[in-house]
């Protein structure tokens, strides 16, 4: 079964740097999500994109926070200075079009730690 | 007032017990409704989707939608040890821009 894909299982990176975290989508999914869950907390959402656009953002998705496509198949995250508060696992969604709510799917996620 | 507000639990439950899980939401613009189970440290998996009042059952799942009171629960017949895990629900508008999380259940399935 197709899934998504997300690299780096786990990222430990000092408080300032910036981070990149990428997601390659199931091949014909449009939509794009990125998630945050802090441990023990519940799945936040981030931001969503679809068409080389952001469609929703929350307020937690400052201007530290920015997406891209860069070459088409990979989704990615970008924290530009990262803080202490930032770390969390971040989990990467997609779904295909058709009806608004089709279900999302998840990767396993990336274990963001910052020191 | 949160969008969407989950039965924290933990539930602790013999192994074959019927187990059932809810949530309930604020805004009626909530059309599409999803349960996922999350294992420690994987990421939320889908196990069932459903848009419209009523039942959906898909082999020991059952998902159930009451738009009127708000209301969406998900049943687990026969509980294996296996089902262990935290239970999400999930909700999204027509638009489907962004998805609401409730905090999670935890489910242990005790032998």
């Known amino acids: 079964e197709p899934e998504v894909t997300q690299t780096p299982s786990h990222q430990v990176t000092q408080m300032g740097q910036e981070v990149i975290l990428r997601c390659v989508p199931i091949?014909?999914?449009?939509?794009f999500y990125w998630y945050r869950q802090i441990l023990g907390q519940k799945v936040e959402f981030l931001v969503s994109?679809?068409?080389?656009?952001?469609?929703?953002k929350s307020e937690i998705f400052d201007d530290q926070f920015s997406v891209e496509r860069p070459d088409g198949s990979n989704f990615t995250l970008k924290i530009r200075s990262t803080k202490l508060e930032d770390s969390a696992m971040y989990f990467c969604?997609?779904?295909?079009?058709?009806?608004?709510?089709?279900?999302?799917?998840f990767g396993d996620g990336t274990r963001l730690s910052i020191l | 007032q949160k969008e969407v507000e989950q039965d924290p639990g933990p539930l602790s439950v013999p192994e074959g017990a019927i187990v059932s899980l809810n949530c309930t939401y604020s805004?009626?613009?909530?059309?599409?409704f999803m349960w996922y189970r999350q294992y420690s440290r994987k990421g939320p998996e889908l196990l069932m989707y459903?848009?419209?009042?009523g039942n959906k059952e898909d082999g020991r799942f059952t998902a159930q939608v009451d738009k009127s009171s708000k209301y969406i629960s998900l049943f687990i017949r026969d509980s294996q040890p296996s089902d262990s895990a935290t239970y999400l629900c999930?909700?999204?508008?027509?638009?489907?821009?962004?998805?609401?999380f409730g905090t999670g259940t935890s489910l242990t399935v005790i032998p």
């Open positions: 969604a997609t779904r295909g079009e058709g009806a608004s709510g089709q279900p999302q799917h």
């Open positions: 091949s014909n999914h449009l939509y």
């Open positions: 994109f679809y068409n080389n656009e952001i469609s929703e």
């Open positions: 805004n009626s613009a909530f059309q599409y």
């Open positions: 459903t848009y419209s009042s």
């Open positions: 999930a909700i999204t508008t027509h638009t489907g821009n962004q998805f609401y």
